[in-house]
């Protein structure tokens, strides 16, 4: 059976350190040893953006690992273009391939703004030079390349090993465990090799030892015997004595302990061969052939203690291993030593650094990251068609041009806003139901001077009867929701409210409630203030009140505000202005044609609740 299995490269320094950490700490957790290994480490360096997807696979086994690409910008021409320069590539990722498909995305006019594609890598490191046209922002460039191209990409993580001969799907931990038991056996399996030769090696020189002790006779009858099977037999068959072996089988060892003889046997030797019961020594076919082969000049005073201290050494080194195979600690001790001498000779250099650098605060591309920050002339009509054109297609004329048709409108209809806001800046659009919802200037379909629009109704979730009657750009100082400014809201039977603007800074699809109105009532204005304007209402009975913004407190969302105006009986708030300073005037038109300017000044402010003519 075939079984799929693609584990990412690590980091050997921090794979050292965790096993370290579990062999100290069976007991860990994988969050623990996340701590320690906090992500892959690929050889061709790159971002990991995002941590997410790399913790579900520590903790299942299964993840996502999304890769980038390492870029920065550089100005080129003089500082009148700019051009992106990839550094490092996402791991497996074909550079070849990844020029060709960026070649691609631009002749087919997916990705906008890239002049010239040129791979300027060396010896000294890889260095991608993507140039951009003039006037193009390099960040929306950028986001638009990791999107269509494996400048992002990503590796699935799916960590199956053969665990005891079958496949399992491991977690982080898993594969920790796994390995150090690897290692646990094979230091055990190694100890036990070396402790077959030792034994072999120890039981060779105990042989030398005995005819050291005993050199006269030994001499003797291998002159004696007519051939070496003969002399191989007579030291065979007899009994030798040699104090030093003696003492060493039955010594008393480093922990107190008696010596075990049985310990230092070599695998398969006959019980009737080595120490004997009465003390006595039997020379083994082995030893008995090692004597027969040694040559004269071992038989020296000097060479008789090497072999001497030998044997002291094996019998040393059998008795350090046996004790080894006896406690499993020793085990983990030689494991974590081992381990430290690989990453002192490894890891402490150049290479053994981390080379792919963990984005933690990263986040999925959104379509607005894809947009270039664009100033647009929004039109808003009277009858509720919104569009949204560049600010590029008008251009300035002298004194006497005709100007530009800046929409088309149907009969009864007209321009009621025309504003100018960045595409990435957000419109409040409020309802004549006192609710409120945002919609961002690049989600405004774009159209021609030619053209219309769309009817904004058509944006929301409105319900009947409720129609978009103020949209507020939020540009410059209002963009990022500042708590210390104010939408002030006013109602056609006189009330008014004011509430900090941070309160309006999460969006929701179905919108939320701006202002709380009274059976009959509807939302009739709103504007932005920073807290030290006046504010002006106007009834449709030809009256108008001036006062301080300050004369009404700040308040919920869900409030319904005070009275601002006094009006008659049949009368309601048709209009309201927010004044600037006082060298600003109104103009004033009724519904029979006629219109007048009035300096504000003229306006004399009042308490709210009040009226003037």
Known sequence: VGMATNIP???????????????????????????????PDFPTAGIIYGINGVKEGYRTGRGRVVMRAKCHFEDIDRGQRQAIIVDELPYQV??????????????????????????????????????????????VVLNNLYKLTQLQDTFGMNMVALVDGQPKLCNLKDLVEVFLQHRREVVTRRTVYELRKARERG???????????????FIAIIRNAPTPPVAKAELMTRNWDS???????????????????????????????????????RLSETQAQEILQMRLQRLTGLEQDK????????????????????????????????????????????????????????????????????????????T?????????????????????????????????????????DYLLCFSNRGRLYWLKVWE???????????????????????????????????????????????????????????????????GIIAVGLDEGDFLIGAALTDGKHDVMLFSDGGKAVRFDENDVRPMGRNARGVKGMTL??????????????????????????????????????????????
């Open 94 to 139: 074909n550079k070849k391939t990844l020029q060709e498909r960026m070649a691609e995305l631009v002749h087919e006019k997916k990705i906008e703004g890239i002049s010239h594609i040129q791979d300027e890598s060396d010896k000294s490191g890889m260095r991608l030079v993507i140039e951009l046209k003039r006037g193009e922002v390099p960040e």
């Open 444 to 510: 405004v379909p774009a159209g021609s001077r030619g053209s219309r629009g769309r009817p904004i109704v058509n944006m929301f979730p409105l319900q009947d009867g409720e129609k978009i009657n103020v949209v507020l750009p939020l540009t410059g100082e209002y963009r990022s929701f500042p708590a210390d400014h104010y939408v002030f809201m006013s109602t056609s039977m006189g009330t008014v409210k004011k509430t900090a603007l941070d309160e309006f800074s999460n969006p929701r699809k179905a």
């Open 203 to 217: 039981h060779v020189l105990e042989g030398l030892a005995v005819a050291l002790a005993n050199i006269d006779d």
């Open 243 to 281: 104090k030093l072996v003696r003492e060493m089988l039955t010594r008393t060892r480093t922990d107190g302990g008696v010596v075990n003889a049985d310990d230092y046997r070599p695998d398969g030797l006959e019980r009737e061969f080595g120490m004997q019961a009465d003390g006595l020594y």
């Open 307 to 382: 072999i001497v201290a030998e044997y002291k050494d094996v019998m040393s080194v059998i008795e350090d291993l046996l004790d080894i195979l006896s406690k499993p600690e020793r085990v983990s001790a030689i494991i974590g030593d081992e381990l430290k001498q690989i990453k002192a000779e490894f890891g402490q250099s150049k290479v053994g650094a981390r080379r792919s650098t963990v984005e933690y605060s990263a986040q999925d591309l959104s379509t607005e990251d894809l947009i270039t920050p664009t100033d647009m002339v929004v039109t808003l009509s009277h």
């Open 9 to 39: 490269p690590h980091n050997l320094n921090e794979v050292v350190d965790a096993c370290l950490h579990l062999l100290q700490t069976p007991q860990a957790t994988i969050d623990e040893l996340m701590e320690i290994i906090p992500a």
């Open 568 to 613: 008659e009986e049949g009368q309601s708030v048709i209009a309201m202005l927010v004044a600037e300073d006082e060298s600003q005037s109104v103009l004033t038109a009724t519904e029979n044609g006629y219109g007048k300017r009035t300096s504000i000044v003229e306006y004399t402010r009042h308490g709210r609740g009040t009226k003037t003519r």
């Open 384 to 424: 509720g068609y919104i569009k949204s054109q560049p600010l590029s297609e008008y251009r300035s004329q002298k004194r006497g041009g005709r100007g530009k048709q800046a929409t088309a409108t149907k009969e009864d209809d007209w321009i009621d806003q025309l504003f100018i806001a960045n595409t990435h």
